[in-house]
């Protein structure tokens, strides 16, 4: 099962975990959990950080709403929960004009 196979399935079966930070980070930015299960269902995933702990996390982009957003996900492959650790839109400052591609690597 690929990562993002692993990131749905977690989505699908109601194992997701969303850090304080991500919550207030949607709630700030006007975005709904809905919108973040929609990007996870049609979105791919951009870059892969495998050193994160304690799980490799994942930046994973999508438009839903008419609006493209970054969710940055650990997925612990043993338990099946996805952890949204955080949630933004892109800006042209970051990333090129499709979202997917950083100006200035990290």
Request: charge should be positive.
């Amino acid at each position: 099962m690929s990562s993002l196979e692993a990131i749905r399935s977690a989505f699908k079966m109601g194992r997701v975990k969303w850090r304080l930070h991500a919550l207030a980070r949607i709630l700030e930015r006007g975005i709904t959990r809905d919108m973040v299960s929609e990007l996870v269902l049609k979105g791919e995933i951009i870059e892969t950080y495998s050193a994160d702990k304690p799980f490799p996390s994942y930046l994973v982009f999508g438009v839903t709403a008419e609006r493209a957003l970054h969710a940055v996900i650990a997925v612990d492959r043993e338990s099946g929960i996805a952890y949204v650790v955080t949630v933004y839109e892109p800006d042209l400052e970051h990333f090129e004009a499709d979202f997917k591609t950083r100006r200035n690597k990290r």
